[in-house]
Nanobody, 121 residues
Framework: QVQLVESGGGLVQPGGSLRLSCAAS????????MGWYRQAPGKQRELVAA???????NYADSVKGRFTISRDNAKNTVYLQMNSLKPEDTAVYYC???????????????WGQGTQVTVSS
């Protein structure tokens, strides 16, 4: 099993910044990919940003140029730096990791518990 623990959410004014962290622990051999998703009230969960084991990144159009995903392999941690935040960024942000627990096994998807980000004046 793999556990993902998120931190860094909170209340911020429009134009402000927040940095989310997601630390993975447990039975980890390697990561296929890690990413951040968000879900606003009444809306479907959507991909915000993802980073592959090779370092390739992918962003939702709505956050390009404002958000940056990065990772620290030594700490099994992925980060989401969020700048120029807007009220429409308000949502619960979830960390996701596709993890291989053995060298020959498939990757399984794991989710964190979510952290609330509220952008409001």
């Amino acid at each position: 099993q793999v556990q993902l623990v998120e931190s860094g959410g909170g209340l911020v004014q429009p134009g402000g910044s927040l940095r989310l962290s997601c630390a993975a622990s447990g039975s980890i051999f390697s990561f296929k990919a890690m990413g951040w998703y968000r879900q606003a009230p009444g809306k479907q969960r959507e991909l915000v940003a993802a980073i592959t084991s090779g370092g390739s990144t992918n962003y939702a159009d709505s956050v390009k140029g404002r958000f940056t995903i990065s990772r620290d392999n030594a700490k099994n941690t992925v980060y989401l730096q969020m700048n120029s935040l807007k009220p429409e960024d308000t949502a619960v942000y979830y960390c996701n990791a596709e993890v291989r627990s053995t060298a020959w096994g498939p990757a399984h998807s794991y989710w964190g518990q979510g952290t609330q980000v509220t952008v409001s004046s």
